[in-house]
């Protein structure tokens, strides 16, 4: 099966190496074992209200962030030709777009944490958690059949989105300021820079996306792990990985690319046979350091572990992440104990 995958993502994405010009993510995508995709997206899907995410789990609206998830459902379902799908997804993003204020960024709640994202740098992370996604799905509606059933829309909110990353370029210098610990999130911020620089053609946001990977780059340790809160972690590297080839697939990171291999070696020794991924001496997912907004204890992000190893095998035909992305989507599959 796993030899019929790579011959099938030969055929779909070429058969050069990851020194000539990327596929495109479309393809990429569609090259996916077939059911991964969709298994991965499931939890992606707008509710009744239009909330996705942590506003869907508490059943309000909190933030912008958490709307990302919709940008990531209507991309599943144009990968799977299904428009009805898509569009009920997209009605996550018009409850985003709803709650924009004046100066581009968006209203925020309180959390149930009882902290929020309405002070300025927090305001300006939970704008680039959507934006990053929102301008991948764009260039992926575009790189796909149906640009024409989104055409309309997408031009309807391109003011919008415009308004948006001039507020995160205004809060660039707190973007390297407040994330230099947690790398990952200056490699979001640059995906969303990036992906909506080329969504929107503005060159000056792709300049901010290169130089925020650049200074993600400095973050990793001698071995090219990326480092989070002073040492590895098997799921943050893991987003670090996955978010960083995703912006790499629409904007050219050479230098990106070449960091990518040691950080996806040592993420491959902490795949277990069964597919689970081993926490021990993480820094912050597993081990009960840190809690999410939520309250609950941190835990390995598995659907991205599964997405980062998949994409990876696919882009470079790699067997071996392609058998450990395996054995993660597996693993994510079964029902497992809770954590205690």
């Known amino acids: 099966m796993r030899l019929l995958l790579l011959g099938l993502a030969c055929a779909l994405l070429g058969a050069d190496g990851p020194s000539h010009p990327a596929p495109r993510e479309y393809d990429v995508l569609r090259a996916f074992p077939p059911g991964r995709l969709a298994a991965l997206s499931k939890n992606d899907y707008p509710d009744a209200k239009g909330l996705t995410g942590t506003n869907r789990g508490v059943g309000k609206w909190l933030e912008a962030g958490p709307q990302r998830g919709s940008c990531r459902g209507v991309i599943a379902a144009v990968v799977a030709d299904d428009l ?3 569009d009920n997804a997209w009605r996550g993003i018009d409850v985003a777009f709803a709650h924009q204020r004046d100066d581009g960024g968006f209203v925020a709640e309180i959390r149930p944490n009882g902290a929020s994202a309405r002070e300025f740098p927090a305001a300006v992370e939970t704008a680039y958690f959507f934006l990053q996604e929102l301008g991948r799905m764009i260039l ?29 370029s205004s809060g660039y210098d707190t973007i390297i300021a407040k994330s230099s610990k947690a790398v990952n999130r200056i490699i979001i911020a640059a995906k969303a820079f990036g992906t909506c620089g080329m969504a ?12 925020l990977i650049a200074h993600a780059l400095t ?56 597919g689970e991924v081993d926490v021990t001496g993480n820094t912050r997912t597993g081990v009960g350091k840190e809690k999410s907004y939520s309250g ?8 991205e572990v599964a997405m980062a190893l998949t994409y990876y095998g696919l882009v470079r035909k790699d067997a071996a992440a392609l058998a450990a992305a395996d054995r993660v989507f597996t693993y994510s ?8």
């Open 140 to 168: 992926v509606i575009r790189q796909s059949p149906h640009e024409a059933h989104f055409h309309d829309r997408i031009a309807a909110i391109e003011p919008k989105m415009r308004r948006a990353c001039a507020f995160i």
């Open 84 to 86: 009805r799908a898509a």
């Open 200 to 211: 929107l053609q503005d060159e000056a946001l792709v300049a901010k996306s290169r130089k």
């Open 219 to 274: 973050l990793r340790d001698k071995e090219g792990v990326f480092i989070e809160h002073g040492g590895r972690d098997s799921s943050y590297n893991v987003v670090s990985i996955l978010f960083g080839q995703v912006l790499a697939l629409h904007v050219p990171l050479p230098e990106f690319e070449a960091a990518l291999p040691a950080a996806v070696a040592w993420e491959l020794t902490r795949i277990k046979d069964n």
């Open 296 to 303: 609950e204890p941190k835990n390995v992000n598995y659907t």
């Open 333 to 340: 599959q079964r029902p497992h104990p809770a954590a205690k």
